[in-house]
């Protein structure tokens, strides 16, 4: 295969490849979420989206017991969810190589936080390797497995969202996947069976494999140091490196590949160097604190921002005082906040919620964005599943009273880390209502598909989870499910299932508009008969607008949903063609 141009999570696909692994695993979260779709390209990989991240890691753990290399791949976040098998593995170490992959995200692109996942790797005391390009990206993580092996650890590849999604030449190894034959399985309770005095047996080891592996830092050709002006030295991994180059084209640089163990002779050598040390770091000082803990002068966080994505301009700006140039944007340009495709049914339920007044516990998906204006009908949202479990305890902080406070939560996320919650609601006693919007796929991501869709991530067919057996299964009798567009159905189930004084789970089912592609002719306005209330407007279509106080329908972006139509009490809205006839006022109460 000659030089090609991938992304920074297509190199990952083809360094894991190339690397001879047999499984790969991971749920989807962007930025990481093509790794696993590239991967699953080539047959002789066992790929599957696994229900979430913790299982995924525990996927490639049985892997490896087996004898076979296995990747995991997540975002930031998905490492929190996976910590716990994570931090055990380190003890157990490995047979078959695992490397875990994580897509950090500084700037909070796509995330509800921008923490640094580099301190997991020094807590689990496991190495870390930071691509600063595509070409590291998929040449560190083929080096990767065999890291692991001869150390016998799991190794953390650390990228970020501007490796992740940036694309740069890449020349894969040859031969283009080498053969690793999976070792015979063995029975080894001491190593892999964490009972207490096994794992005291192992901890000694890690404390072991990380003094070698400091050792293995100094002297790894990942870390090198580039000779520049004695003047200004500096310290840098990952994209961080790129720009670093590019505003400091004079500097002595330290580039560090294996960032964790810190090598700190190497970091002496360079500060002896030089007149003055900088660390260049996006996030947490994580090198910094190491420098001046071992008693190096060093300047970091006091000239870079501990939050955001840094930049060549920002550096320059910090380092050599030029003024970074700005654009001046007029100040009555109108904010374009992110909304909700128009012909999602997600919609309907949040303008539902909005008039029956209740206060709403969300979840991670593109729902989320229920929270915005016109709709405004989130509360909450944390993380991945949370919204059943801060709904209970809004309850249980009610004395068991009950509220007008409802759950939200999406299809994905509900077998991702919604269904221990709702147990935790039966369990508890509760009356509070679930309301899970299926839309039949993992839509925030780019639509992979999930246990519910009937289909994995290589296409084959298998039997769907059945949702509503699934929530009768843990102990809830109240399941209901209805077509979301059906706007008054919905509205009274609603406000029944809130009423009833026992759990409830609502299913809002419809499929994703971008799949289903259930598009009808667009709708029309009869000027004559609106009187510009703004009713429709309130459900945040983004096909409506008000003009010369009318509503007006974007006929290029409607897709014929009829919601409009539906809250509308005029009959102002209609469908071309179709006989119009006025609507039961109850109908639009």
Request: charged residues 25%; contains cysteine; hydrophobic residues 35%.
């Amino acid at each position: 295969m000659d030089k090609t141009v991938l992304s920074g999570n297509e190199a990952i696909a083809r360094g894991a490849y190339e690397a001879g692994v047999a499984v790969g695993t991971a749920y989807p979260g962007t930025p990481s979420t093509e790794i696993l779709e590239n991967l699953a390209r080539y047959p002789e990989v066992d790929c599957n989206w696994s229900a979430n991240e913790k299982v995924a890691l525990e996927v490639a753990i049985g892997a490896s017991i087996e004898g076979a290399r296995a990747v995991a791949c997540m975002k930031h976040v998905g490492v929190n969810v996976a910590a716990d098998p994570l931090l055990t593995l380190s003890y157990t170490g490995v047979r078959g190589g695992v490397v875990l992959v994580c897509a950090d995200d500084p700037g909070m692109h796509s995330s509800q936080n921008e923490q640094d996942n580099r301190h997991y790797a020094r807590m689990a005391k496991i190495p870390l390797l930071e691509p600063s390009d595509s070409q590291e990206a998929r040449d560190f993580t083929a080096y990767a497995f065999e890291l692991s092996e001869r150390y016998d650890t799991p190794v953390m590849v650390r990228s970020t969202t501007r490796i992740s999604h940036s694309r740069g030449i890449v020349s894969p190894a040859a031969p283009q996947r080498i053969t690793v034959p999976k070792k015979d399985y063995q029975k080894d309770a001491p190593k892999f069976v964490m009972l207490p005095g096994y794992a005291r047996m192992r901890h000694p080891l890690v404390e072991e494999r990380i003094e070698r592996l400091t050792e293995e830092a100094e002297n790894n050709p990942l870390n090198r140091l580039e000779k520049g002006s004695s003047k200004l030295g500096v310290l840098c991994s990952g994209v961080a490196y790129q720009y670093v180059k590019e505003a400091l084209p004079e500097a002595t640089i330290l580039k560090l590949g294996l960032s964790h163990p810190f090598p700190l002779k190497l970091a002496k050598e360079l500060s002896d160097s030089v007149e003055e040390l900088l660390v260049v770091e996006e996030l947490d000082p994580f090198f910094e604190e190491q420098l001046r803990a071992a008693g190096i002068k060093v300047k970091g966080k006091e000239l870079f921002p501990a939050t955001g994505e840094l930049s060549v301009e920002i550096i320059r700006e910090k380092v050599l005082n030029e003024k970074r140039e700005t654009i001046a944007v007029p100040g009555d340009l109108p904010p374009r906040p992110p909304v909700m495709c128009p012909g999602c049914s997600h919609r309907a339920v949040f303008y539902t919620l909005k008039r029956l007044k209740l206060e709403v516990m969300g979840d991670i998906g593109c729902y989320t964005l229920g929270a915005l204006a016109p709709l405004e009908r989130i509360d909450s949202c944390i993380c991945m599943g949370a919204s059943v479990g801060t709904a209970l305890g809004r309850e249980k902080a009610n004395a068991g009273a009950a509220s007008h406070t409802v759950a939200v939560i999406g299809d994905s996320t509900f077998y991702h880390s919604g269904i221990t919650p709702l147990l935790d609601i039966v369990y508890s006693k509760s009356a509070a209502t679930v309301i899970i919007l299926d839309n039949r796929t993992t839509a925030m991501t780019g639509h992979q598909d999930h246990p519910g869709t009937g289909t994995t991530l290589q296409g084959e067919e298998i039997t769907p989870v059945d949702l509503e057996a699934l929530c009768r299964a843990v102990g809830v009798k109240r399941v209901t499910t209805v077509n979301p567009f059906e706007m008054k159905k919905l509205q009274e189930i609603i406000k029944e299932e809130v009423a009833a004084e026992e759990a409830s789970v609502v299913i809002a089912r419809r499929p994703c508009i971008l799949l289903s592609r259930d598009i009808h002719p667009p709708l029309e306005v009869d000027a004559d008969k609106c009187n510009g209330c703004e009713n429709c407007i309130q459900l945040g279509c983004p096909a409506l607008s008000l003009v010369n106080d009318k509503a007006r329908i974007d006929s290029a972006v409607c897709n014929g949903c009829d919601l409009c139509l539906q809250v509308c009490r005029r009959d102002a809205i209609y469908r071309p063609g179709e006989q119009t006839s006025p609507t039961e006022e109850g109908d639009k109460k």
